[in-house]
């Protein structure tokens, strides 16, 4: 993200109460922030990890927000024991002020717009696209050809739309990503105050997307949340700050989605899964009811349970597991059963779900 001014240096260590690294890089012209892995040319980058600090040098960056100790020699940077608290007071300049200016707006003759939803300023709506009673489409947000947002629905400030996107009723896009900087209580070190980082990033919802009720998409922290072409979500689905949801995915109720995650293509997350931040899952992964992942799901995958199984070694675990735990019940069968054949009738009314919880 570029400012409107370029900034010096100097001037940002003081209005951030940050530690210029060396006065000789007081004047250098700052004109925008980024993160280290995407800078550009004059870029001030958010380096907080050791890893990104050891990229600085062959970055495009012009300088770094640092913690105090970090080791980045003679690179300009800003010093400061919450870097990211630094970004976000950065990224505050960003976040647009709302407005009711309707002149501002472009919206197609033909779409049709109940009296009350909430249009703000600088709106952009295209042809045959409704917006229901209740709805509220923030500054700035723009809404392709044939799409609807439904009753009490929200597009905070930013968000797009493609085309034949459907958005059901209740259904939250652009909220703020969950991000905060803990810092102890000031003659409290034995406690800790979360501080907000706001989110300057937007929500991107591609071509025929249809997302259910009371959906909630985080907008990204610098870049957008990514919802892509085709996908279809069922209610009550959370998708964290900064995720890119591949094309044609499906994603079932209950599901949640931490920040940071990809997925590839036509994957299906069913009900109740949950998805830890920064995970990859491949080209038609399927994610089974009520998983928890992390890491990395290779194309192609079925998995199910936690610790997370393939589909097959899931049920060769719980057998087996099942097995130690009626242990004393599958001995007392086979020295009550007459044959075999009524042990095996025995042992597989054990394993069924009804069997389970007898006594």
């Given at each position: 993200m570029k400012f409107k001014q370029p900034k010096q240096l100097g001037d940002l260590a003081r209005t951030t109460g940050s530690r210029l690294g060396s006065p000789a890089h007081e004047d250098l012209a700052i004109t925008g922030i980024n993160t280290a892995e995407a800078a550009e040319e004059g870029d001030l980058v958010w380096a907080e990890s050791k890893e990104a600090q050891s990229?600085?040098?062959?970055?495009?960056?012009?300088?770094?927000?640092?913690?105090p100790k970090a080791e980045v020699g003679a690179f300009p940077a800003l010093f400061h024991p919450l870097p990211k608290l630094v970004f976000g007071m950065l990224l505050a300049e960003f976040i647009p002020e709302e407005t009711d200016a309707p002149e501002t707006c472009e919206i197609h003759p033909e779409a049709r717009?109940?009296?009350?939803?909430?249009?703000?300023?600088?709106?952009?709506?295209?042809?045959r696209s409704r917006i229901l009673a209740g709805a509220v489409i923030g500054q700035g947000c723009e809404i392709g050809e044939d799409c609807v947002v439904g009753h009490n629905s929200v597009l905070h400030w930013g968000t797009r739309l493609g085309n034949r996107v459907v958005v059901h009723s209740c259904t939250v896009l652009g909220t703020d990503g969950f991000g905060y900087v803990q810092k102890p209580v000031e003659g409290d070190p034995t406690t800790w105050e979360s501080l907000k980082v706001p989110h300057a990033g937007i929500v991107v919802v591609e071509d025929d997307v249809e997302i259910g009720s009371n959906v909630c998409i985080d907008r990204g922290l610098l870049q957008a949340t990514v919802i892509g072409?085709?996908?279809?979500?069922?209610?009550?689905?959370?998708?964290?700050?900064?995720c890119r949801i591949g094309p044609h995915n499906i994603v079932i109720g209950q599901v949640g989605f931490s920040g940071s995650i990809t997925t590839?293509?036509?994957v299906i997350a069913a009900g109740q899964a949950g998805i830890a931040d920064h995970t990859h899952i491949g080209d038609r992964v399927v994610l089974m009811a009520g998983v928890k992942i992390a890491g990395e799901v290779p194309a192609d995958s079925k998995v199910v349970g936690y610790p997370p199984l393939s589909r097959q070694d899931f049920w060769r675990y719980t057998s087996s597991m099942m097995d130690v735990t009626l242990v004393k019940k599958i001995l007392k069968a086979a020295t009550d059963s007459e044959t075999y054949e009524d042990f095996k009738k025995v042992v597989s009314a054990l394993k069924s779900p009804a069997g389970w919880f007898k006594k």
């Open positions: 990229g600085l040098f062959e970055s495009r960056a012009a300088a770094a927000i640092v913690p717009i109940d009296p009350r939803a909430v249009i703000r300023g600088e709106v952009r709506i295209g042809a072409r085709g996908t279809k979500i069922d209610n009550l689905v959370q998708i964290g700050h900064n590839g293509k036509n």
